[in-house]
């Protein structure tokens, strides 16, 4: 369960960072804005209308890592 967990959490972090890459390129933006951790919350919410689905696919994508090292270390 917990190998479950972390591969389909990593999934969902990398296909949202990827999305959130992509728009940023699109608006000729540098891609570390969206890459590096904190330092892409102002974009997102000045674009948030376009760039949620990114945003909560690596919200939840890193939950469930979270959850996956979690049950990993408990087992």
């Known amino acids: 369960m917990a190998g479950t967990l972390l591969i389909i959490g990593i999934t969902l972090f990398l296909v949202g960072t990827l999305m959130l890459v992509q728009d940023a390129n699109g608006r000729g933006r540098n891609a570390l804005v969206v890459m590096l951790p904190f330092v892409g919350i102002p974009y997102a919410r000045h674009y948030w209308s ?3 689905p990114g945003v909560v696919l690596r919200v939840v994508g890193g939950t ?3 959850f ?3 049950q990993h270390r408990s087992s």
């Open 50 to 52: 376009e760039v949620w």
């Open 68 to 70: 996956g090292l979690g």
């Open 64 to 66: 469930l890592v979270v």
